[in-house]
């Protein structure tokens, strides 16, 4: 982690304010998330967890098991519950600290066969990507949606939504993305969890 990366987003997480909380990890890490389906509300283990770890999990009722996605990031932090400026609220599950870190307040489904799922989303999610990686960015309808969860793995057979495409961009610095509220959220559920998000402002580029 260079220490550019590091004051930039220790900068912007103090700017969140005193609720605010890092995710441990980073890229390509595991993090698991479960739902309360009466209230739609967002439950996220914010640290990395395994694949076994996720099938052991047995939340109560009415918690369900949301799924379990790879981080494109770097670093990741919230600044608080949604509805709740001061405060992150916490539960155990299972053994298993989760925080409440996003609400969906609307879904369009696919508009075909394969297509992502379009989530407007309740959260206030701050995003960190070192120098000189490269990000994956779906471009549509005029905007730019960076990758969230997921890897390159299974582009070829992606199905994106009517006139969208992607494109790879290297980074010539440091990029701290504070994701807009309420954040317009892209997700498949096939082979891999995938989602981009956003809209976020285009950024400079290695040469």
Known sequence: MSETLDARF???????GPAAMTVRGGAGDLYMEIQNPETREIWMCC???????????????????MGC????????????????????TAMDCHGVPFR??????????PAGKGGPMRVMVDKHHLLGFETGREVAVMEFDGKSFIEVVGSGEYDEGLVLPEGAWLRRIRLAEPLVVKLPKPTTAFFWFDAEMR?????IEVWSTTP
């Open 69 to 88: 996605g790879l981080a494109s990031m770097d670093r990741a932090a919230f600044a608080h519950s949604p509805q709740k400026p001061v405060e992150f």
């Open 100 to 109: 409440h870190v996003a609400t969906p307040i609307e879904f369009v489904p």
């Open 195 to 199: 989602s981009f998000q956003g809209p």
């Open 10 to 16: 220790e900068a912007a997480v103090k700017a969140f």
């Open 47 to 65: 640290e990395p967890v395994t694949e076994e770890r996720f099938s052991r999990l047995k939340p109560a009722a009415p918690f369900v098991k």
